[in-house]
């Protein structure tokens, strides 16, 4: 799976084909709602694996994957007249885990939500062990509180 140039033209080429022959020409029944997400291309233009995602459940990925497979010789061949290279790369569908690491991060986002709200709300209702500020400020090094000697100065 090196990243040639020419590798990364045809793996674009074959997506669009395979998307196109998906979309046309493949009439069987068990394909559901697929999308072609990806193409991967060896560096030797010898293998494809085409990465698909299918939305439905798990029959349906099921059920799409067979019919992918019973219809990979017709797509290969199509691929083959329409790309013009030497040798035809064999062509592995893949099922993506596009869709299942993506409901997989919402639901940590959703987690770390009700988490940080759960923290918000102990710290609101928090109160300071000790002093509000236990922090010392330049005044309490001198000794001496100015409010303290404000009174005084006014006596005389």
Known sequence: MVDHPRATKLAE?????????????????RLGFVTVTAVRVTGDLQHASVFYTVLGDEAARAD?????????GLIRSEVGKQTGVRLTPTL????????????????????????????AALAASAQYAGDADPYRHPADEDGADDEDDEPEAADR
Do not use: C, H, N, W
Not at 19 to 28: E, I, Q, S, T
Not at 64 to 72: G, H, P, Q, R
């Open 64 to 72: 799409s994957a067979a019919a992918l497979e019973s219809a990979k």
């Open 92 to 119: 592995e569908f893949v099922p993506d885990a596009v869709p299942e690491t993506a409901a997989s991060i919402a639901e940590a986002l959703r987690e770390a939500a009700r988490r940080d709200a759960e923290v």
């Open 13 to 29: 080429r074959i997506q669009e084909i395979v998307a196109r022959m998906l979309d046309g020409r493949v009439k069987d029944p």
